[in-house]
């Protein structure tokens, strides 16, 4: 069923039931209230009734009491009336008690026009007993009076009662709709969150470098279809893979037959076949031979399907010596810059540092290139190189025609280059892009610095803690 949903219909679907149990629960306690309500208006019209009843019952009972002993004394035709109408009153109230008087007030109200008849049927010689059935009805009427208050009492007491018995109900249904509402919170959470972890794993597996990956998933639509687009990126990664291999073995083995040609002649000029050689000639020979050698050793790497571990991105600190690392890379390129007559100053300390050397040395020949290439004749050459506040720094500084202002910030940009000095193709816009990423790799940077000299390129990184 999940397969058909997507993630906005889930959402929407927990927040919908999130709400509604709640939304529910107090729909029903709101009838509740209402039925408690009106019972409680019932119970205080009923109860204002039975006192509005019983209060004109006593007073009609003292007013029919009064008019009969001034009748019996005055004769009067008037006072008889008015005994009379009390009486019949008196008849009046207590039959509006009836329909829904409490268990034993019947018996009372039947008490009561018993005497009001028996008053009214009495002759009037016989006073004792006028008398003693007057206070019969007053009697009666305080007892009816009593067992109103009683009845009054107990259905206070019952809709107390109703009101404690929905308290309790609401408040079983809050906890109810509460738990419910976190079970279905934890159920839309579970529905969501194991798929998405699933797909993170495999995710965190194709960037460290796994291919062809079970990319089948169970879950919301679209997070099938977003199964099914990385399984797409998935061969596609696998193709230019396989793409990049064909494309080092062929470079490697056309680079190959040259590099092998280039060491053959060298060693050949080394051994003397096409003449003795003097000491700087043995130098540049050797220089020669040892470049050479370098360039078969990673053209063999690539042979061997070792493209990813010479381009690898992977670091390897240790501590080594950056002086030396610098005058070994000047000597390398020796040629270039004594072709060019220029004069070289190496200014920094022989310490140990901490850093990946070769990514090092990567930097400082792409710079060490840069600088001589667009040096002057008999220009000067600057390396600088030491500490400061925890991070090591070097600086490769030319005295060429400098960077123009409108191309400082592109020039670190991928097969971007800058004009070529007259008489050279240029450049393919790669060597400051990959000593840069090396530079960010270490945690450091490459800046272009102003200074007093034309060009002043600045590398600067941390150096660890444990390793110093």
């Excluded at 610098?326 to 007559?341: V, Y």
């Excluded at 940077?445 to 150096?463: G, I, N, T």
């Amino acid at each position: 069923m999940l397969r058909f949903l997507s993630f906005r219909s889930l959402l929407l679907a927990g927040f919908l039931g999130v709400a509604l149990i709640p939304s529910a629960a107090l729909l029903q306690l709101r009838r509740e209230l209402g039925a408690a309500a009106d019972a409680a208006q019932q119970y205080q019209r009923q109860a204002q009734r039975w006192q509005d009843g019983a209060r004109l019952s006593q007073e009609l009972a003292l007013q029919f009491e009064r008019a009969s002993r001034q009748a019996l004394i005055l004769r009067d035709k008037r006072l008889r009336e008015t005994a009379a109408e009390s009486s019949r009153a008196i008849r009046r109230a207590q039959d509006a008690l009836l329909p829904d008087a409490p268990a034993g007030v019947a018996d009372t109200v039947a008490a009561v026009l018993d005497h009001v008849g028996r008053l009214q049927r009495l002759p009037p010689p016989q006073r004792l007993q006028r008398d003693q059935l007057f206070r019969q009805l007053h009697r009666q009427l305080q007892w009816q009076q009593q067992l109103l208050d009683q009845a009054r009492q107990q259905q206070q007491s019952r809709w107390r009662g109703d009101i404690e018995r929905m308290r309790g109900q609401a408040n079983q249904l809050a906890w109810l709709a509460l738990a419910a509402a976190l079970l279905l919170a934890l159920a839309m959470t579970l529905l969501i969150h194991w798929p998405l972890r699933g797909l993170q794993r495999r995710i965190a597996s194709l960037a460290g470098g796994a291919r062809q990956l079970d990319w089948r998933q169970a879950g919301p639509a679209d997070l099938q279809r977003l199964s099914r687009e990385l399984a797409q990126l998935d061969c596609r990664l696998v193709e230019l893979e396989q793409q990049k291999t064909r494309f080092f073995r062929q470079v490697s083995h056309e680079l190959k037959t040259p590099l092998a040609a280039i060491h053959e002649a060298t060693s050949l000029l080394n051994e003397g076949v096409a003449g003795e050689l003097n000491a700087q000639q043995r130098h540049i020979v050797g220089i020669l031979r040892n470049n050479a050698a370098t360039l078969r050793q990673r053209v063999q790497a690539l042979l061997r399907q070792d493209a990813g571990q010479w381009l690898s991105t992977a670091l390897s600190p240790r501590r080594f010596s950056l002086h030396r690392l610098l005058q070994r890379r000047l000597i390398s390129c020796q040629p270039l810059w004594q072709a060019k007559r220029l004069r070289l100053e190496l200014d920094g300390s022989d310490g140990q540092v901490v850093g990946d050397p070769s990514k090092v040395e990567t930097i400082i020949d792409n710079l060490l290139l840069n600088a001589i290439r667009h040096s002057p004749p008999d220009a000067r050459l600057i390396l600088r190189h030491g500490r400061a506040d925890g991070r090591v720094w070097l600086e490769v500084a030319d005295f060429g025609p400098g960077v123009p202002d409108e191309i400082r910030d592109k020039i670190f940009e991928p097969f971007w280059s800058g004009p070529a000095p007259a008489g050279e193709t240029p450049g393919s816009g790669l060597g400051l892009t990959m000593a840069r990423g090396y530079a960010q790799l270490m945690s450091g940077e490459l800046q272009l610095r102003d200074s007093a000299e034309s060009a002043c390129f600045r590398l600067s990184w941390p150096e660890p803690e444990h390793t110093r």
